[in-house]
């Protein structure tokens, strides 16, 4: 049903950073807290972490602390307030066409357009408003760290699409792109996920064996494989182990049968 439905679905990839300059935090800082202000969070959830200015911060890890450092702009590094600060602000950064999706997942931005009948012309107009956006928000569309996915599921002849520029610059295109944990491929296969995922697992299961070789009670080895290993053969599988090949499952399959004899 989902390459009946696709012609031609196309991806583009987004990094937004804040700009952060003198000239731009007192228009940064107001809009955020006017979007606050209409929210219904309590004013002292978020008052101190915009209006704190020039605060110092440390980094302490057991009896060690680093040198201190002034922080003149943007929300406390590691505060857990400081995500949902961003997320509210960007709230209402919202698709302008029904055939296009923005997903955000803190500061990284996903747009997704369908292009039915050749017609890229609603798919460029949604990154344009992306990019007016931005610029109205005080944000910065790093162009750099944006890349360009095209999955074309149709079986016709070889299409050509029109590259995509933001502020002058062509965004590179590739076949493939790492998404929050997760090596998407134009071709939709997951071959290249499940090589990454097994390298990074043989890699953590040489530990393993220098710990069994150090005759480690086995609770142990099996609590070092759990948060060293599993975690990682099994993050975000329900979305990409129904599709891989068998000889992709066999690679997985060697890693995890290592943990029959632990």
């Known amino acids: 049903m989902l ?8 991806i583009q990839l987004y990094m937004c950073v804040f700009r952060i300059e003198p000239v731009m935090l007192a228009s940064l800082t107001l809009h955020t807290f006017f979007e606050l202000s209409e ?12 209006s704190d200015r020039d605060r110092p911060q440390s980094v302490r890890v057991g009896n060690c602390a680093s040198s201190t450092v002034t922080l003149s702009t943007g929300a406390p590094q ?25 997903v955000k997942f803190a500061d990284d931005t996903v747009v997704v357009g369908l292009i039915s ?10 990154i344009k408003h992306l990019e007016n956006w931005c610029q109205e928000n ?39 792109f ?19 995922l097994a390298k990074k697992a043989r890699q953590r299961l040489y530990h393993l064996r220098r710990l069994r070789d150090f005759r480690l009670p086995s609770k142990v080895l099996r609590n070092f494989y759990t948060c060293t290993i599993e975690s990682i053969l099994t993050g975000n599988i329900t979305v990409w ?14 890693c995890i049968s290592v943990h029959l004899y632990i």
């Open 138 to 176: 005080n944000l910065l569309l790093n162009v750099s760290k944006t890349k360009e996915l095209i999955v074309d599921c149709s079986k016709k002849q070889v299409r050509h699409y029109q590259p995509v520029r933001i502020s002058g610059t062509t965004v590179e295109r590739v076949d493939s």
């Open 178 to 196: 790492r998404y929050l944990g997760v090596h998407i491929s134009q071709d939709l296969s997951w071959s290249r996920h499940t090589n990454s």
């Open 3 to 10: 390459f009946r439905v696709l012609e031609c679905f196309r």
């Open 117 to 126: 009948d050749n017609d890229e012309r609603t798919y460029l107009e949604e």
């Open 78 to 102: 590691g505060c857990v307030l400081s995500p949902l600060l961003y997320s509210l602000y960007t709230y209402d950064c919202t698709a302008t066409s029904s055939s296009n999706i923005i």
């Open 39 to 50: 929210s219904q969070l309590p004013s002292n959830m978020y008052l101190s972490c915009i």
């Open 241 to 254: 182990f129904g599709n891989s090949t068998k000889q992709d499952r066999q690679a997985l399959h060697d």
